[in-house]
């Protein structure tokens, strides 16, 4: 489920304590405030920790907008047949158009 709560423009406190309390049950608001907590085997986080979670998975959510902006383009382009008429070619078309996106997206 990491996967779901990072494909998310801004990580709130329901997704923070998601990643907290995997298996927990409970239920809660938006911003991560627990309304009720029923699992009595899985500690029940505070709302420090919470604030702290929102922030470290904003931050790794953030950190990989180059990666996603990459893919935007990447999946626009029709790379096996670049490859193809490349090597077919002589050119380096492939090559320069992906040199291309990683120069406007940098790590």
């Known amino acids: 489920m990491k996967g779901h709560i990072l494909n998310r423009e801004m990580i709130d406190g329901a997704c923070a304590l998601f990643s907290l309390a995997k298996g927990a049950e409970y239920s809660c608001e938006s911003d991560g405030t627990i309304n009720e907590w029923h699992s009595a085997d899985i500690t029940q986080p505070t709302q ?59 790590k």
């Open 48 to 106: 420090a920790e919470i604030d702290a979670e929102v922030i470290r998975l904003q931050t790794e959510y953030d950190a990989q907008a180059y990666a996603r902006n990459r893919k935007r383009e990447y999946d626009q382009l029709n790379q096996f047949e670049m490859q193809f008429d490349d090597d077919r070619d002589g050119t380096t078309t492939w090559v320069d158009t992906i040199n291309e996106i990683k120069g406007r997206h940098p």
